[in-house]
């Protein structure tokens, strides 16, 4: 059973930059799928970013594009999301989920994923 545990979120400008980092333990992490997931108050779970298991391969959603990147060093058990340009409507609770998955895939919906952090608040300030 992997455990995932966010870490990097805060209060920003708009414009910033922000990464955050999401740590895996309890199973190895290259055997996993990961997604980056924002949750809005009122509004469902969306995938922002997500990534294969060797990190040769990601998804970004279409209003993230160009300006998140989301990358792994499974040797850290780890996955990063770097977030640029960040604009107000980037703001929500940030997940890292993560779901064992073939070599090669990845996971636009939040349904496929059955590990999740615990979240953490990204505030991008007008």
């Known amino acids: 059973q992997v455990r995932l545990v966010e870490s990097g979120g805060g209060l920003v400008q708009v414009g910033d930059s922000l990464s955050l980092s999401c740590t895996a333990a309890g199973s190895d992490s290259s055997d996993y799928a990961v997604g980056w997931i924002r949750q809005v108050p009122g509004k469902e779970r969306e995938v922002v970013a997500a990534?294969?298991?060797?990190?040769?391969?990601?998804y970004y959603r279409d209003s993230v594009k160009g300006r998140f990147f989301i990358s792994r060093d499974n040797g850290k058990n780890t996955v990063f999301l770097q977030m640029n340009s960040l604009k107000a409507e980037d703001t929500g609770v940030f997940f890292c989920?993560?779901?064992?998955?073939?070599?090669?895939?990845?996971?636009?919906?939040?349904?496929?994923?059955?590990?999740w952090g615990p979240g953490t608040q990204v505030t991008v300030s007008s």
């Open positions: 989920a993560a779901a064992r998955a073939s070599r090669g895939i990845y996971y636009s919906s939040p349904r496929n994923y059955d590990h």
């Open positions: 990534i294969t298991r060797s990190g040769n391969s990601a």
